[in-house]
């Protein structure tokens, strides 16, 4: 790790072609082109400790494989990884919602107590009968409590100076492991079109993520790229336990996979 720190930083960069109809800069101007920016059940949100220290009510698994194969792309408003490979995915309430894709913002959408912490990465769901998305929000900072993440970092930020860049092996083994409470609450895409069809789950931990890491996403978008925390509008949230499928359960994945 020291020896990475040393290595300058280079941008993994966005091609002007990239550059699309929307922007962080003219956020009160979504609505213009994207009217679901208006509703009642948008995203983020702010969340409390008193919420996040509530006892779960519910439970979620995870099943990713132990690698994907990704296209990682710097759209201009987030570095994405999106899995050209079956990369597992989460069973909640019998349903199945495969992984798409990953991505970040800077510094978190959601707020604790009204405050932003470094990074977001957002694992984006979808449950394919029905198109309805499942995101998990995991948070990071310089002074999170934990360092899981660090290897998975090492392993999925690409060095070289191109707009895409093919990884074969995103060792999804390294996330799959970590059990832990979640945020869970009915809400929103936070980029347009906004579309209100996202069960949202936002990790109540704070990992933590090294400077050097920090700084490579920074240097990527070098702007924030992040939505404010929206109206309530009456929503609670709940308590879910995230928790890893092969762990608790013998009997086949793809069974339960097809059971819909
Ligand atoms: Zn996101």
Redesign the pocket.
């Known amino acids: 790790m020291k020896k990475k720190q040393k290595k300058q930083i280079k941008f993994f960069g966005a091609p002007a072609a990239h550059v699309q109809s929307w922007g962080y800069k003219d956020i009160s101007n979504w609505h213009e082109n994207h009217p679901s920016a208006l509703g009642e059940h948008q995203s983020p949100i702010n969340i409390t400790t008193e919420e996040m220290s509530e006892e779960p009510i519910g439970v979620f698994y995870t099943h990713y494989h132990d690698f994907g194969t990704a296209q990682v792309v710097n759209n201009g408003h987030a570095v994405s990884w999106n899995f050209l490979s079956d990369a597992g995915g989460v069973i909640l309430n019998d349903k199945f919602y495969k992984l798409i894709s990953f991505?970040h913002?800077s510094p978190t959408?959601h707020t604790f107590n009204g405050k932003h912490l470094g990074l977001a990465l957002?694992f984006i769901h979808m449950h394919l009968e029905t198109g309805e998305l499942l995101v998990m929000g995991y948070n990071l900072d310089v002074d999170g409590e934990e360092l899981e993440f660090q290897g998975f970092l090492d392993e999925i930020q690409p060095e070289m100076s191109q707009d895409h860049v093919h990884l074969e092996n995103v060792r999804l083994s390294l996330i799959e492991e970590f059990e832990g409470r979640f945020v869970h609450y009915q809400g929103s895409l936070?980029t347009p079109p906004c579309t209100q069809l996202v069960k949202w789950f936002v990790s109540n931990h704070c990992h933590r993520i090294d400077q050097y890491h920090l700084d490579w996403f920074k240097a990527c978008i070098p702007h924030h790229n992040h939505r404010e925390a929206q109206p309530r509008n009456e929503r609670c949230t709940k308590i879910y336990e995230k928790r890893t499928w092969s762990k608790h359960f013998k009997h086949s994945w793809e069974r339960v996979k097809h059971v819909e």
């Open positions: 991505h913002h959408e957002h936070t």
